[in-house]
């Protein structure tokens, strides 16, 4: 539901499936890696430097960690903006992605028009975007390593050689050099050579090692730095993600608006919103209908349906019969008005292209179901069986594996198969109420007598989007769109309207 409302009815997200499947599993490993990254180094560096601090005194480590710091400070400034690069990577990404995702959902389309030279283009523009994109960041890390393996193996280096010669040279106040047990591991040694005395610290060589360990950590935590952008990078997108989400479900949308004269009026009208309650029956007092792209097409929709009233929707397309639809279902909100329905479970909706699960024949006529619910429900494969037989399409279950046969149902089943297994599906569920948007269309009017019949039988109300005089008869009332913003709500007389057309 959350990532239907964030792709349909708000565009601050794009690409929401890239975000879901890739980039938050990057965001989850840089934030694992970031630890261990981190965490060593900066207890190393607490260690060696304490060690340090009382072999060479502290006013020298003071020295060489301003100047470190200082140095630290450059880098940084000169560091490009990885984290940026990472977010318009992952954004690129997951435009060539959907590139791709499109291709397949409308593959037939393209093959039939012969359009794979165009498609073509549109990925290879997309790809070498990418491409180019992913270059500019290479060679940028390139330099920032070079500069940054200067700084610490060789500048900082050096500074430390001289930081550990000092004890050498100076008498340090306070640190003791002549004891075995000092950490340091320092003694001197003293010797005349030709009337001078001449101290040698031995410990230089243990004090250039913890030196080098201190500086190795260091090091690890400014290499770090560049993770850490990335992870910010990655964390920008997650947390926008994440934003959009708690904003959709608080019912704030925002969406970019038709170029109307009455754009202000329309927006005025998305800004609102209405109200929604449970009750035995459907009923529209002042509901607006509005468009996927922001346009009211009708300001103020007022019906009901009472159960046994069964309804038929006619109008042209882009009227709004789809919207009605969506707003019944719970997946649009209610901009105003009150809108009274039934609980989600009491309403059953059947599209002109059914939707076809993976799984086996069985899971087909059950869905959204599963085995342990339909046991739960008392009904058997028996049962099954005899509802398949009312659309007259029990010998599907001849098939190899019967009940228990998987195949890939939308290439397998013709477009009239696939609306029978509908039907089927609908007569398992036995709602309150039923959505048909024109779920006959591929079926002969003989078996769609016998689903209007049998689906009255079982006390379903019904409410059909159809074109067909043929459904006239199985319906009480009307509501009929213009397309202009307007509407008629009231009784079908079928005969006399069959009258009236001829």
């Not at 550990?164 to 340090?172: A, G, L, N, R, T």
């Not at 959009?244 to 969406?255: L, N, P, R, S, T």
């Not at 059953?348 to 087909?364: A, K, N, V, W």
């Amino acid at each position: 539901m959350t990532f239907y409302t964030l792709s349909a009815l708000d565009d601050r997200i794009k690409n929401a499936d890239q975000l879901i499947t890739v980039d938050v599993a990057k965001f989850s490993n840089s934030l694992a890696e970031l630890y261990s990254n981190i965490a060593k180094p900066v207890l190393d560096m607490i260690i060696y430097n304490y060690s340090l601090s009382r072999s060479v005194g502290g006013e020298g480590l003071f020295f060489m960690s301003l100047i470190v710091q200082l140095s630290a400070s450059v880098m940084r400034a000169l560091t490009p903006p990885f984290g940026r690069y990472v977010a318009d990577e992952a954004r690129l990404e997951g435009e060539f992605r959907f590139q791709h995702s499109r291709l397949i959902d409308y593959s037939e389309e393209v093959a039939l028009y012969h359009g794979h030279e165009a498609e073509k283009d549109t990925l290879d523009k997309g790809y070498f975007t990418l491409i180019k994109h992913v270059n500019r960041i290479l060679r940028r890390r390139f330099y920032h390593g070079v500069m940054e393996d200067f700084v610490i193996k060789y500048f900082w280096g050096a500074l430390g050689l001289m930081l550990c010669s000092v004890p050498v040279f100076f008498k340090i106040p306070g640190v003791a050099g002549n004891s075995m047990g000092d950490r340091t591991e320092s003694e001197y040694i003293k010797r005349d050579v030709k009337g001078l005395r001449l101290t040698t610290l031995i410990g230089f060589v243990t004090n250039r090692r913890m030196l080098l360990m201190s500086s190795d950590a260091f090091g690890r935590v400014m290499f770090s730095y560049k993770e850490v952008t990335e992870l910010a990078g990655y964390t920008s997108r997650v947390s926008t993600l994440l934003d959009v989400i708690d904003d959709i479900q608080a019912g704030h949308f925002e969406k970019k608006l038709v170029s109307s004269a009455n754009t202000k009026e329309n927006a005025a009208v998305l800004q609102g919103r209405g109200k929604a309650t449970e009750g035995e029956d459907i009923e529209f007092t002042d509901v607006p209908i509005v468009s996927p792209n922001g346009d009211v097409l009708v300001r103020a929709l007022s019906f009901s349906v009472k159960p046994g009233d069964h309804l038929l929707i006619v109008g042209p397309n882009g009227c709004g019969k789809s919207s009605l639809f969506r707003i019944l279902g719970g997946l649009w909100p209610v901009y105003g008005g009150t809108v009274r329905k039934p609980p989600f479970e009491d309403i059953f909706y059947i599209p002109q292209r059914p939707y076809l699960s993976r799984g086996t024949l069985r899971q087909q006529i059950i869905y959204p179901d599963g085995i342990r619910e339909m046991r739960d429900k008392g009904i058997t494969d028996n049962d099954l069986h005899q509802i398949l037989s009312v659309v007259e399409i029990e010998s599907i279950i001849d098939r190899p594996d019967g009940w228990d046969a998987e195949q890939e149902w939308t290439d397998v089943l013709s477009g009239g198969l696939q609306q029978r297994i509908a039907m089927a599906r609908l007569f398992y569920h036995a709602p309150k109420y039923a959505i048909l948007d024109e779920c006959t269309s591929s079926v002969t009017l003989e078996i769609e007598r016998v689903m209007y019949n049998e689906a009255k039988r079982l006390g379903i109300t019904l409410m059909t989007v159809s074109h067909r005089r043929s459904l006239w008869k199985y319906h009480k009332n009307i509501l009929q769109f213009d397309g202009q913003g307007h509407y008629i709500f009231t009784k079908l007389d079928a005969d006399r309207r069959l009258q009236l057309e001829e």
